[in-house]
Every structure is written in C-alpha cells, then in structure tokens.
T-cell receptor, first 110, second 116 residues
Framework: LAKTTQPISMDSYEGQEVNITCSHNNIATNDYITWYQQFPSQGPRFIIQGYKTKVTNEVASLFIPADRKSSTLSLPRVSLSDTAVYYCLVVGYNFNKFYFGSGTKLNVKP | NAGVTQTPKFRVLKTGQSMTLLCAQDMNHEYMYWYRQDPGMGLRLIHYSVGEGTTAKGEVPDGYNVSRLKKQNFLLGLESAAPSQTSVYFC???????????????FGPGTRLTVL
C-alpha cells in the first residue's frame, strides 16, 4: 500500500503562500501524485495532479523533485475560504494505492 | 449535469437493521467507488467497480456488499448494521480509474449514517 505522510495541521494568515509537503517513499514508476481538498460536510474535490517537476493550474502549484519521494502543494495568497483538509494521494494502476490518509488540516486566519 | 448524487443524505439505524445506500452519476464514468470517513480521519475505500456488473473489495470491505447492475448506479448495502459502521459514506466516480494517466475522482455530497 503506497501510504503517504503529511503534517496533521498547519496555520497560516490570509495573503500568505502555504506549502504542504507530502512524503511517499514507496512511489512506483507509473504512479501519479494527486491532491484533493475537502471542506467540512462535503466530499473531496480534485485540486492538482502531477508526475514530475512542476505543475501549475489556476488554484495551485505542485512541485515534485527528481526522486519523486515527496511532493509539495503550494497555495498562493490563501484566503479564509482555503481553510480545509488537504489530502495527498499516490495513484496508479493498482487500486490498493487509493490511500487518502488523514490529510493536513489547514487553518487560515484573518 | 448533476454529477454524483447520493441517497439518502442522513439515516439512523438500529443495530441489526439493513439498508442500501444509492449512488448515481450522470457523467458516463466507468469506475465507481464507495468510501467511509470517520471523525478526524481520511477516507477509506470500501468497495469499487471498474464497470457495469463488476465489483471488487477495497481496504475495509467487511460488513458491506455492493452491486453495479447499471453503469450509472452503484449500491452499497449493509445487511446487519453495527455501531462500528457509524460513519459518513462517500461515493465517487471516475472516467477510467487510471490507465495511461491517473484519473480524477468526482465525489458525491456524502451520507451520514448513525447506527444505534
């Protein structure tokens, strides 16, 4: 099972950049790294996905080093509405790797 | 386009009762999944389906059964509910499940189940 390790919680202030790092030491060659966001009483929502180097979309960036054993989700200029739980997943051909873990609870303060 | 819908939104059962949770998706997705989420924890995969008529066990399948008789529906059954099954249940679907590229899962709003 390709488990991931993330910090349990993080605090930030509005307008700051937030970086959440995820460790996935046993990632396989064909695996992708995917991040989801979950608000209270809602299902998770896809944020970003990557395989290597850097991926950027309209809401976040994902940095993946060459060894791919970790990844960092970067949220630019967070607002109060970014307060949520963020999950890092390693996803591949094998469904055993759909492991959400406990996620990182991000608390954005005014 | 409603996406992924779940029925019911809330339910209270007594120990030993049975019930079925319904998940429906209108995105023509092949893959569907059932997860449970306990307080303060991440989601755990119960069962999944890679297509109509097929199902497979996930991480925590005991005490649950599933059926995928139609492509758009995925049913989760509890034959004899236990307090340990008190949880929030999420259904999800994806286009392919990850062949050439890992696929995005779309989640429903969840069903909050309490077993007394």
């Amino acid at each position: 099972l390709a488990k991931t390790t993330q910090p349990i919680s993080m605090d930030s202030y509005e307008g700051q950049e937030v970086n959440i790092t995820c460790s996935h030491n046993n990632i396989a060659t064909n695996d992708y790294i995917t991040w989801y966001q979950q608000f209270p009483s809602q299902g998770p929502r896809f944020i970003i996905q990557g395989y290597k180097t850097k991926v950027t979309n309209e809401v976040a960036s994902l940095f993946i080093p060459a060894d791919r054993k970790s990844s960092t989700l970067s949220l630019p200029r967070v607002s109060l509405s970014d307060t949520a739980v963020y999950y890092c997943l390693v996803v591949g051909y094998n469904f055993n790797k759909f492991y959400f873990g406990s996620g990182t609870k991000l608390n954005v303060k005014p | 386009n409603a996406g992924v819908t779940q029925t019911p939104k809330f339910r209270v059962l007594k120990t030993g009762q049975s019930m079925t949770l319904l998940c429906a998706q209108d995105m023509n997705h092949e893959y569907m999944y059932w997860y449970r989420q306990d307080p303060g924890m991440g989601l755990r995969l119960i069962h999944y389906s890679v297509g109509e008529g097929t199902t497979a066990k996930g991480e925590v399948p005991d005490g649950y059964n599933v059926s995928r008789l139609k492509k758009q529906n995925f049913l989760l059954g509890l034959e004899s509910a236990a307090p340990s099954q008190t949880s929030v249940y999420f259904c999800a679907s994806s286009y392919s499940g990850g062949l050439a590229k890992a696929d995005t899962q779309y989640f429903g709003p969840g069903t909050r189940l309490t077993v007394l």
